[in-house]
């Protein structure tokens, strides 16, 4: 007889306390392979429910293979093999590292652990190390709005697949916008992306195959350059100066690759608010950047993922705005103005180009999130883009100020440079010290209640300093008013050790 002891006082269904009930005997040998069970009737009776509910249960026990029956046969217990518990899982069969590959494994082992909570020893630090906005300040009740309307007006052409491009309003909007600020784009020339970070791989994925050279600012952002590593990618840094890229550098070495019949593939810029550096280059800087990738035929990513963010200097226009020869590839977001969570980038270039884009975007993903699309759609076209970012600028300004004016009270001049930005969220600190003294420095941060983005994060190779980046965008005022003269007192602390 199969004795179960069933609760009916239980918000668990009678059918699946029965399936657990027999799953358990099985697993444990009190059920023994091709044992008969008894018919569905009389086990019915036996427990006091109604014959439907064995029959359910033993459906569901059939389906995860733990009986067997046929037609005409009485059911029976089936020898399937143990699901896995924490307790018989084993080592890894197989050798991963070999088939992933030994260099690819090393870059992500390097990665992993580096974002974690800014937290020490059980002390909650001052996190300046990490590039989320201030939630405090997000246009929460517009966007829901927005949503509200999209699921009132049109819900069944959001709720299903979208174009690959994505959503063409949107699009539409986001052309009439750059064109508005003299860039001219139409919406076949854009693809929506999930943030910029996806637009950037795939235009790595059209334009370049392992061996390929490309070039890069040093120091650059870090996310952009372990994507070219991972992409194996022979990866030419030029060095930024206080206008931005070393132009001199750039040309120099595009030259010596045609030399050697090497063709580069691409320049990757972040010219406003540089990611790490805080850089914005000019109007001039600008113009002889395109007129290179003119003369020697190569393409340049624009990253202007801080390009709104603009407070104390004129807004400077982008690349692309003088883009007649299409070289130019321009990487925009919305992540770093509205919210990062809605993961709304796009891409802006060559019209074939960005079709060919759309077919490598949809092995990957199919479709972009049209409802978020078409969410965003209604947010800016009704005003409230334009709103927020005016709302958004004067509160990140005041922050900036504020900043700025503690740089100033508590960084030491003595062995300590730092740039002023006029917008972004960033700040660059040079020490003088010998890069292995890196860590060090971290450690003394950490001691003092605070946590910064290491320097060496954003080079490929070895810095010629101990350098920070200090990053203001997620923190209180009063977080602002307590960490910089700690970081202050942190790097006081670090210059006068031998």
Not at 249 to 266: A, S, V, W
Not at 454 to 465: H, K, R, T, V, Y
Request: hydrophobic share 35%.
């Amino acid at each position: 007889m199969l004795l179960i002891l069933l609760n009916k006082e239980s918000k668990e269904p009678l059918y699946r306390q029965i399936v657990h009930r027999i799953a358990q005997m099985i697993e444990s040998g009190k059920l023994q392979n091709d044992e008969m069970l008894p018919p569905t009737r009389r086990l019915a009776e036996t427990l006091h429910v109604s014959r439907q509910t064995i029959v359910q249960a033993y459906e569901e026990l059939w389906a995860l293979g733990y009986l067997t029956s046929g037609s005409g046969s009485y059911t029976r217990v089936r020898n399937r093999m143990a699901t896995v518990q924490k307790e018989n899982r084993t080592e890894a069969g197989i050798d991963y590292e070999r088939l992933i590959g030994t260099e690819k494994v090393k870059q992500l082992n390097q990665l992993i652990g580096r974002y974690q909570p800014a937290e020490a020893a059980g002390k909650q630090l001052i996190d300046m190390s990490v590039m989320n906005l201030d939630s405090s300040v997000f246009p929460v009740k517009e966007f829901q709005k927005s949503l509200n309307k999209v699921f009132r007006d049109y819900p069944d052409s959001t709720l299903n697949y979208g174009e690959t491009a994505g959503y063409i309003k949107l699009r539409e909007w986001i052309s009439k916008r750059m064109r508005d600020h003299s860039t001219d784009v139409f919406p076949g020339e854009i693809i929506l992306t999930n943030g910029i970070s996806q637009g950037f791989e795939l235009i790595l994925k059209l334009f370049t195959s392992p061996g390929d050279t490309v070039f890069t600012e040093s120091p650059g952002y870090r996310i952009a350059n372990n994507l070219m590593k991972l992409h194996q990618l022979n990866i030419i840094e030029i060095p930024l100066n206080e206008s931005g890229a070393d132009l001199d550098q750039l040309e120099e070495g595009i030259k010596k690759c045609l030399k050697t019949g090497i063709i580069p593939k691409l320049f990757y810029t972040v010219p406003s608010f540089q990611n790490p550096t805080g850089i914005l280059t000019s109007q001039k800087h600008r113009e002889r950047l395109i007129s290179i990738g003119n003369r020697y035929s190569l393409p340049i990513i624009e990253d202007s993922f801080e390009e709104e963010i603009t407070y104390f200097d004129k807004k400077t226009l982008p690349i692309k705005s003088m883009d007649v020869e299409q070289i130019v590839f321009y990487l925009g977001t919305f992540s770093k103005v509205l919210f990062p969570g809605i993961r709304v980038g796009w891409i802006a270039g060559e019209k074939n180009c960005i079709e060919q884009m759309s077919i490598l975007k949809k092995m990957s993903y199919m479709s972009g999130n049209t409802l978020t699309h078409a969410a965003l759609y209604e947010f800016c076209s009704s005003g409230h883009y334009e709103g927020f970012l005016k709302k958004v600028n004067r509160h990140y300004a005041a922050k900036l100020k504020k900043a700025i004016h503690l740089m100033e009270e508590h960084i030491p001049e003595k062995g300590c440079t730092w740039n002023r930005p006029t917008g972004g969220y960033l700040f660059w600190l040079k020490i003088k010290a010998g890069p292995e003294r890196e860590s060090e420095l971290m450690k003394i941060c950490d001691s003092n209640g605070v946590k910064v983005a290491a320097g060496s994060e954003f080079f490929l190779n070895n810095p010629d300093a101990v350098y920070l980046r200090i990053c203001i965008s997620s923190l209180s005022d009063t977080e602002i008013e307590k960490g910089i003269p700690l970081l202050g007192k942190a790097i006081r602390e670090f210059l006068t050790r031998k």
